[in-house]
């Protein structure tokens, strides 16, 4: 499968091949509470408890056009105490094209999230580590 940033070249798009395209990434929403601050900001012996969940969705926009969405949603707490929780919702706009009706759910469910992890990991990691705190 031919991978490109751009929606792909006019060759490749004549010519048939399976095409996957970036169209935007964007975040949708975030929220960040950090409701013990100062407090919860001086450190401890004790590692706070963390738990991430990652949920991904899908809304097709036009034919060939999909937004994939990423919900990140993270909580810390020490002993009963929240250090920080967060809620990110980052999307992109992909375009399938070329591509056979059985593998674009495949597409779209694992490689379009797969692409805005990272970017999406980004802004939570860096609120995260600016509170002295690993993601």
């Known amino acids: 499968m031919a991978s490109s940033t ?8 004549a010519a048939g ?12 929403d975030f929220s960040f509470e950090n409701p013990n601050a100062p407090r919860s900001l001086t450190p401890t012996q004790l590692q706070p408890a963390i738990a991430i969940q990652i949920n991904v969705s899908v ?3 036009a034919e060939t056009d999909y937004e ?20 990110l ?27 805005l992890f990272p970017f999406a990991r980004d802004p939570s990691a860096a609120t995260v580590l600016d ?5």
């Open 89 to 115: 919702t980052f999307a992109g706009v992909f375009r399938v094209q070329n591509m056979p009706s059985p593998q674009v759910q495949p597409v779209v469910m694992i490689e379009c999230p797969r692409l």
């Open 59 to 61: 809304q097709q926009l």
């Open 68 to 87: 994939v969405s990423l919900k990140l949603e993270g909580k810390a707490d020490s002993s009963g105490t929240v250090l920080f929780a967060f809620d």
């Open 17 to 28: 091949q399976p095409n996957l395209g970036v169209i935007a990434q964007y975040i949708k």
């Open 6 to 13: 751009n929606g792909g070249s006019a060759a490749e798009q």
């Open 131 to 135: 509170l002295g705190l690993i993601l």
